[in-house]
């Protein structure tokens, strides 16, 4: 019903900037919360950023102050600006819409396919 199709991953030098983009198709609830996650090899899947319904925004204390996730409602795109990557940065990426569920529509969390983000000299 709901699809997120990621872009924008490659590879990169450290110090360089990549920005991702997850564009959403199907009936999602404003009331939704929507963020970047990453996975390195042999590591936890982490939360990177997300925005709440209200606008606040979240970040890992890793990514602060160098990346800035975004949304553009109108084109149902989120994204994720990153600047001064950092090898440990290197990880898939992955959107994610969840709903906690409310009074016309059951909850739900889907993930898109995720994209690769290699940050290497």
């Known amino acids: 019903q709901v699809q997120l199709v990621e872009s924008g991953g490659g590879s990169v030098q450290p110090g360089g900037s990549l920005r991702l983009s997850c564009a959403a198709s199907?009936?999602?609830?404003?009331?939704?919360?929507m963020g970047w996650y990453r996975q390195a090899p042999g590591k936890q899947r982490d939360l990177v950023a997300d925005v709440a319904p209200d606008g606040s925004l979240n970040y890992a204390d890793s990514v602060k102050g160098r990346f800035t996730i975004s949304t553009d409602n109108a084109k149902n795109t989120l994204y994720l600006q990153m600047n001064s990557l950092k090898p440990e940065d290197t990880a898939i990426y992955y959107c994610?819409?969840?709903?906690?569920?409310?009074?016309?529509?059951?909850?739900?969390?889907?993930w898109g396919q995720g994209t690769q983000v290699t940050v290497s000299s």
């Open positions: 994610n819409v969840r709903f906690a569920g409310g009074l016309l529509r059951t909850s739900y969390d889907y």
């Open positions: 199907g009936s999602i609830s404003r009331m939704s919360v």
